[in-house]
């Protein structure tokens, strides 16, 4: 299945989540030949995995140079179609781990988020949106971590009651939060 085709299959949960769906929907058909990549400059598709552990209370993030704060993986699709791939290779290259498994196949949530305008590898990049699609992942906290320099300055298990402390981005930690009760409910581990 296509990332278009994934994005419309998805039944939104709440408000939020209905309209960004229609936005991005919009979107995918106007700019349908680069919102894979990064040429497109306001607006672009990106997919993001929420790894949790198998009992589900704790989240493995990152600690993002770029933001400066604690955060989960994903990255920017750069013309891959296949968004559920992207999740995985961006959760195993963030964080060191091997063994991560999608809890469910399905998209896990639809979500527009604001990046504000910031310095990478020298250069300014200016603010855009993330067309983002996200899915739960599973990842063995027994397995090694390991800091992937070249974007984060640490990784590590986080207990879901204490998002709120590690992350700065009130936005990002409802979409967790909301990722984390979807998980709950299709716990099939």
Do not use: C
């Not at 106007?30 to 598709?45: D, G, P, S, V």
């Not at 493995?60 to 994903?74: E, P």
């Not at 699609?133 to 879901?160: A, F, K």
Request: proline content about 2%; glycine content about 6%.
């Amino acid at each position: 299945m296509n990332f278009r085709q994934e994005i419309l299959k998805y039944q939104p949960i709440n408000e939020q989540e209905r309209k960004d769906k229609e936005i991005t929907l919009g979107y995918i058909d106007q700019f349908i030949e680069n919102i894979l990549t990064r040429e497109n400059k306001i607006a672009h598709m990106t997919s993001s995995g929420l790894i949790l552990n198998k009992s589900l209370d704790k989240i493995l993030m990152i600690h993002h140079n770029i933001y400066n704060t604690w955060t989960w993986t994903g990255g920017h699709a750069d013309g891959d179609t296949d968004m559920l791939k992207v999740a995985l290779k961006e959760a195993k290259e963030e964080t060191g781990l091997l063994d991560i498994v999608p809890l469910t196949y399905d998209l896990a949530s639809i979500d527009i988020i604001p990046v504000y305008g910031h310095i990478k590898r020298g250069e300014y990049v200016s603010s855009h949106l993330h067309l983002n699609t996200s899915y739960i992942l599973i990842g063995d906290e027994r397995e090694e971590l390991v800091i992937n320099q070249e974007e984060t300055s640490d990784v590590g298990w986080v207990e879901v009651n204490r998002l709120d402390q590690y992350s700065n981005e009130p936005y990002l930690i409802e979409i967790y939060n909301k990722i984390i009760e979807k998980a709950k409910s299709v716990n099939i581990i």
